[in-house]
């Protein structure tokens, strides 16, 4: 097996046995799985005493069999004693799970992970068990991971990090845990953990989550693409899913029909480049996966982290920048997995300012409707910037420009929405995803900018 063979992980927990020992009976029982309410009530009694009692350090250290550089061991506070953690533990960074008591001011903000979550069942959030993942790679680390108690969120985070960052199978990462936590076996309610946490619905929820975030990180789990707002500009490749508000079906219709090599009317040669290559996909039996989905419903079929990529071809600017576009790029944000690519093309504002100061709007005219080239360059100017010259553009249907954008407008939205690594292009074939530099069809480019940011 190859680990990460120079990390470490320190798990602390403080609490007195007498407090437990009155639950301990009743809480776990090994021969039956435990009633739901009954153990929702008996927590509940549990976590009311456990204020009344002043929790007692206990330094007590378990080294993790096939894992010599991981060690559980516990302290509730400890995390609020950086310098006792770092002289005496040798801890390098903290994982602060605890949402209770927040005591990580005095952990340096580089060596700090704050993936809080609450110990009620729910599952862990897989953007959080990722992050934490990719935090506690790396040479050298001694990672502590902190909850309110070390009992039931501490061990689960402990097996999301053997199982992601140390390529521990699912039995071995349970069965390091269990092992060297026997010495623990009296606390409550890590003896659940331990004895029964194949049926308690608390951990069983844990640790559901980090198989669900693990699954994401599995190199033979093929993601989806997403191309939203796609209009016409449907990408004819395996997994990618096109969505738009308007049913295209019409329109594959009759691309269909162009199957059969025979038709030689009217001949794919002169048809756009992304028709002949929807054409020649559709000849070579290949399935295009279209779909109608109006993005201000957001899109809640794709749970977290779930998608590759997201592609947006002239398509931000048409959406109110004020009440849609912030929610659209937290939701495309939330769909993508972690350093996942969204790449978007839109009109540069700087570069239409530019051309109409300097006399050469008619630089556009490739990309335009014939009358583009009769009117006055301010004309020229408006047709671009307001966009409404689209074949359905009515005075009941305006399909015109909302808002158009330059770099440093487009960056501070997408920072907005959490976003990194925000880099431009001005041709097509670049790209930080190779997939998308070989598949993306990126269209109006002679006053466009390619932008692209990370997750």
């Known amino acids: 097996m190859c680990y990460y063979a120079s990390a470490s992980l320190v798990f602390l927990c403080i609490i007195k046995e007498k407090q437990m020992s009155k639950y ?18 008996v927590l509940e009694a549990y976590h009311n005493s456990l204020y009344s009692y002043q929790p007692t350090i206990v330094n007590h250290r378990y080294k993790v069999p096939g894992y010599p550089n991981i060690i559980i061991g516990g302290s509730i506070i400890d995390a609020a004693d950086w310098e006792h ?52 790679k790396g040479p050298g680390k001694v990672i502590y991971v902190h909850c309110q108690m070390g009992g039931s969120r501490s061990p689960a985070w402990a097996y999301a990090l053997l199982r992601g960052t140390f390529k521990a199978s699912k039995e071995e ?73 308007e049913d295209s079906q019409a329109y594959l219709d009759y691309l269909r029909t162009l199957k059969d090599p025979a ?52 398509m931000i600017e048409h959406i109110n920048p004020l009440y849609e576009v912030p929610p659209f790029l937290k939701e495309c944000y939330r769909m993508l997995k972690p350093n ?62 909302m808002f158009l954008y330059t770099q440093r407008s487009i960056t501070a939205v997408l920072h907005e929405a959490g976003f990194k690594d925000v880099q431009f292009y001005y041709e097509p074939g670049k790209s930080k995803d190779p997939v998308m530099a070989v598949q993306a069809v990126d269209a109006g480019l002679t006053h466009s900018f390619i932008v692209e940011a990370v997750k």
Not at 87 to 107: A, C, L, P, R, W
Not at 299 to 304: T, V
């Open 24 to 41: 301990n009976s009743k809480f776990f029982n090994k021969t039956s799985k435990p009633d739901v309410q009954e153990t929702s009530n």
């Open 340 to 401: 996942g690519v969204i790449r978007i093309t839109t009109p540069d504002l700087d570069i239409l300012i530019d051309a109409y100061k300097n006399g050469q709007m008619n630089k556009f005219e490739s990309e335009q409707p014939e009358f583009y080239k009769g009117v006055d360059p301010s004309a020229q100017l408006s047709y671009l910037m307001f966009g409404a010259a689209g074949p359905s553009c009515t005075w009941d249907n305006y399909e015109g420009h």
């Open 173 to 245: 990462a349970m069965a390091a845990i269990v092992s060297a936590r026997r010495g623990v076996d009296k606390l409550d309610p890590s003896r659940g953990f331990i004895e029964d946490y194949g049926h308690h619905p608390v951990h069983v929820s844990y640790l559901a989550s980090v198989e669900a975030a693990i699954k994401i990180l599995e190199p033979d789990v093929k993601l989806p693409r997403l191309n939203i707002a796609s209009g016409p500009n449907i990408f004819p490749f395996d997994g990618w899913i096109n969505y738009d508000r």
């Open 263 to 314: 038709v030689v009317w009217p001949p794919i040669e002169i048809m756009p480049e992304h028709q002949q290559q929807v054409v020649k996909y559709i000849r070579n039996n290949g399935n295009i996966d279209f779909r109608v989905r109006d993005l201000r419903d957001g899109f809640p079929q794709h749970p977290d982290c779930s998608v590759e990529s997201i592609y947006l071809g002239q």
């Open 85 to 136: 953690l770092h002289k005496d533990f040798g801890v390098t960074d903290v994982i602060n799970v605890e949402t209770e008591h927040d005591d990580t001011s005095k952990v340096p903000a580089e060596h700090l992970l704050q993936v809080q979550t609450e110990d009620n069942g729910a599952p862990f959030p897989p953007e959080k068990i990722l992050a934490a993942i990719e935090f506690a």
